[in-house]
């Protein structure tokens, strides 16, 4: 079968389906059974496909229009400025969290040298981005997850940073190694009963772990900040994600445990993403 028909069968099983990037996903997958860029695949469509990787691409193209999302189909995704390799243990990298890469070189334009730490590491996307800017950084990773650390072990590699990474299973409850300059974190912040509202790639694929934030939304925020009190330096900057609607109860809780609010970024829609704060 030539490619541009298998593309066009496929983009009409996936459209069925409601996938809204229906075209665009049929030519990643395609590109994935053959092992061939995107570019390839444009500029060959009326090139054989062999049967192996016909039978692959259809596979491909049933998970997808099951909801699957695309990256754990192609085992990779672009954060920033680079690719990372991911797979279902992993969260999907959002490009909302790209405001804390921002945030981060904003703060800290004129330093060289900085020790931070990263909880929640997932696959790493924004401890090695942020190591990736600043040359003379050291960045530390921790996660509940074993096999979250794996895959931020391949990407430090991969991203050739891994010199300037420490990497620990661990919850932030007993983390006890080091202070900090900075600590981030993108946690787990849906409430539990919200968890069933959440989109179906999201909640059929993505691992709970990464988003259950217990019957508040704020369990995980609050070890954290708590936590935190201990980790970071005198006058040292914590960064959190948060959902839109946690802004109020964020601030209090890291007013109460001796947090200055420096300032509350909006995302790309306009909603309450990150609290940038300091120890004070």
């Known amino acids: 079968m030539k490619i541009d028909i298998a593309i066009q069968q496929a983009n009409v099983i996936l459209k069925r389906n409601s996938i809204k990037s229906s075209l665009l996903d049929s030519e990643i997958l395609i590109s994935k059974a053959i092992n061939k860029s995107r570019e ?27 909801g699957k999302p695309l990256a754990y189909l192609t085992g990779k995704k672009d954060f920033w400025k680079y ?13 909302d969290t790209e405001l804390i890469i921002e945030q981060v070189l904003k703060i800290y334009k004129n330093k060289d040298k900085i020790n931070f730490l990263d909880i929640g590491v997932g696959s ?19 996660d509940i997850s074993n096999k979250c650390i794996n895959v931020c072990k391949k990407n430090a590699y991969k991203l050739e940073v891994y010199k ?29 009963l919200d968890l069933k509202k959440l989109d ?31 980790l970071i330096k005198k006058n040292g900057k914590l960064i959190i994600e948060i959902a839109f609607n946690q802004k109020k109860e964020v ?6 445990n001796g947090f200055y609010i420096i300032e509350v970024i909006k995302d790309l829609a306009k909603n309450d993403r990150c609290i940038i704060s300091k120890k004070i």
């Open 164 to 192: 300037r990474v420490k990497l620990f299973k661990s919850n932030i409850d007993n983390f006890t190694k080091g202070k900090y300059d900075l600590i981030l974190s993108n946690p787990p912040y849906i409430k539990n």
């Open 83 to 95: 690719e990372f390799e991911i797979d279902q243990d992993v969260l999907i990298p959002r490009p």
């Open 124 to 142: 790493g996307a924004i401890l090695l981005s942020i190591l990736k800017e600043k040359k003379g950084f050291f960045g530390t990773g921790i």
């Open 251 to 256: 601030k209090r809780i890291l007013e109460d």
């Open 200 to 230: 179906k790639d999201v909640k059929d694929f993505e691992p709970k772990l990464a988003l259950n934030g217990g019957l508040d939304g704020l369990s995980e925020i609050r070890k954290i900040i708590d936590k935190s009190t201990e």
């Open 40 to 66: 390839y695949i444009i500029l060959n469509l009326h090139k054989e496909i062999n049967k192996d990787d016909y039978l692959n691409f259809k596979k491909l193209v049933y998970e997808r229009s099951k």
